[in-house]
């Protein structure tokens, strides 16, 4: 168990990688650069990786190709559970589903949580099929176009305005087929989500309508009959720092009661955003989610006195479903450079962009990887694990210290069940396109 907590360090630069036995000696580099946090959450059977109760080639056998995502349902269920055991009772728990939209995913999910978080017209039908209760789904985008608007009042779900030019459009499509849109505002705030890997609110930003404009807006909503049902606030993605969580969800409660002044009707509604981080790089730590849970819940009770009719809902995708997903690619090659081992996989930065750091970092980090059918094994070589492109910017791991790999092996890469499969170029140099199971 737990092989990336012994194996993940960064490895320092070595003078004949190749002749390492053993665990590597501690190096003054290895001290200054900390391991990644453990991956504990698959069991491992004889050396092997078990994904929904099925060791690792087992798994490979039965889809029949590599590479593949695989997504653990009972890592799924018990994400939620740990969450809601923690979080104040009746605070709703939404899975922004951008996050993954598998839909068999996205249907597990569905009779998991209370909501289903939208970005689309496309995700809505995925959300609809799931089975979520249009109630209880919402829509949040820069830019709703006007057929996507119009599915949006058609199926009965809560759409959150993001411009002035959306309330004409919600009037005219409520009066033409006699459903009134249901809305509420998504407001960009006035602060920041201090130390988030990407900011999505404060400052000048596409998403939102800035608070200070909120008011008038409300009082348009007012005035154009739609079914005003409250506020949606997020700051921002990937955040580790829980007290940052929490100052963030405070000044936006904070934000919305001052905004329910202006408000055309009562609050019923006030998604308070998310953002909470999974650990990917190396020094990174699991977040502190009992920090979290009693800032929630002294919004909650501030909320039940101050905003009596507001379910309180947090929207998470990155939390609930990251880490309850690996990618797995089979070594193909096993290359020796001027003294460096290149590990050539199946996949690659085509069906894995963030893993290769090409999605949103600055400076390129490994993920957490591990040979899958091999765990425990001394991680003896520094290899480099590179994928079939013909880029540099197909690396998967730089220089990592592994078990022993061969051709035929299996590379897992962990963290991979948000923002993997549908946030990757698939398309890139025509190599076959990657299989999704969900176990
Ligand atoms: C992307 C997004 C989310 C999900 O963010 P995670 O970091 O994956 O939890 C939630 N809400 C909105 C509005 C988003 O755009």
Do not use: W
């Not at 900390?34 to 092997?48: K, T």
């Amino acid at each position: 168990m737990g092989p990336i907590g012994k194996t993940g360090r960064e490895p320092a630069a070595r003078d004949d990688p190749t002749t390492l036995q053993g665990q590597p000696p501690v190096t003054n580099s290895e001290r200054t650069h900390p391991a990644h946090a453990p991956m504990h959450q698959f069991p491992v059977l004889d050396g092997e990786l078990v994904i929904g109760g099925v060791p690792l080639s087992r798994l490979a056998a039965r889809v029949g190709r590599t590479p593949f995502y695989a997504y653990d349902r009972r890592l799924l269920a018990a994400r939620v559970t740990e969450l809601r055991s923690s979080l104040p009772a009746g605070l709703k728990l939404h899975y922004a589903m951008k996050a993954n939209p598998m839909p068999a995913l996205v249907c597990h999910m569905a009779r998991l949580v209370d909501g289903i978080d939208v970005a689309s017209a496309g995700e809505l039908r995925v959300a609809l099929d799931a089975g979520a209760d249009p109630a209880e789904i919402s829509f949040a985008g820069p830019g709703k176009g006007p057929g996507e608007l119009r599915q949006a009042v058609a199926a009965g779900i809560l759409i959150n305005i993001e411009s002035p030019r959306e309330i004409p459009e919600l009037a005219a499509i409520s009066s033409d087929t006699g459903c009134a849109a249901r809305v509420a505002v998504r407001v960009n705030p006035d602060f920041e989500l201090k130390s988030s890997g990407m900011k999505m609110g404060g400052g000048a930003r596409q998403f939102g309508v800035d608070a200070e404009q909120v008011p008038e807006l409300l009082a348009e909503i007012g005035r154009s009959g739609l079914a005003f049902e409250g506020f949606h606030l997020f700051a921002g993605s990937q955040n580790l720092r829980a007290e940052a969580i929490v100052e963030a969800q405070c000044k936006s409660y904070e934000l919305a009661l001052k905004l329910a002044r202006f408000a055309p009707a009562d609050v019923r509604f006030l998604n308070l955003g998310g953002g909470f981080g999974i650990p990917y790089f190396p020094g990174e730590n699991r977040l502190d989610l009992a920090t979290v849970a009693g800032g929630l819940a002294v919004i909650a009770d501030r909320a039940a006195r101050e905003l009596p009719a507001a379910r309180l809902v947090i929207e998470l995708g990155r939390y609930l479903v990251g880490e309850a997903g690996i990618y797995v690619t089979r070594i193909i090659d096993r290359k020796l450079s001027r003294g460096q081992i290149f590990l050539v996989v199946d996949g690659g930065l085509h069906h894995h962009l963030a893993a290769s750091g090409n999605f949103g970092q600055v400076i390129r980090k490994n993920y957490p990887v591990t040979i899958g059918n091999r765990i425990g094994a001394p991680t003896s070589i520094a290899a480099s694990v590179v994928g079939p492109l013909c880029t540099p910017l197909d690396l998967l791991a730089d220089r990592m210290p592994l078990a022993d790999a061969q051709p035929g092996d299996l590379v897992v890469i962990f963290q991979s069940g948000a923002y993997g499969f549908s946030a990757s170029p698939q398309s890139f140099l025509g190599h076959p396109a990657c299989v999704e199971i969900i176990v």
